[in-house]
């Protein structure tokens, strides 16, 4: 059973930005790729973006590429999101997600955190 920790979420003005941190224990971490999704009120789930188990290979949804960044480091069983460029439509929850011998493209999550609030004002 793998435990998924967030942090890093808050208030930040348009343009502004935030980083986002995952720390998971419980199983071996880099037998999982890693992956963020969010959530806004009333609207589903979405993938944003995706890391394979050894880092090497990202990949992101349109609305993200070249303002957000994913990383890991597997010595501290952390992955990150880099949020720069931040806009309104961006508010969400962030939730962070393991996918056993998955890749970056997060198909099928099997663990889950409980998310971060994400706000951005205009």
């Known amino acids: 059973q793998v435990q998924l920790v967030e942090s890093g979420g808050g208030l930040v003005q348009a343009g502004g930005s935030l980083r986002l941190s995952c720390a998971a224990s419980g199983g071996t971490f880099s037998s999982y790729a890693m992956g963020w999704f969010r959530q806004a009120p009333g609207k589903e789930r979405e993938f944003v973006a995706g890391?394979?188990?050894?880092?090497?290979?990202?990949y992101y949804t349109d609305s993200v590429k070249g303002r957000f960044t994913i990383s890991r480091d597997n010595a501290k069983n952390t992955v990150y999101l880099q949020m720069n460029s931040l806009k309104p439509e961006d508010t969400a929850v962030y939730l962070c997600a393991a996918e056993r011998w998955g890749t970056q493209s997060m198909g099928a999550p099997d663990y889950w955190g409980q998310g971060t609030q994400v706000t951005v004002s205009s």
């Open positions: 890391i394979s188990r050894t880092g090497g290979r990202t």
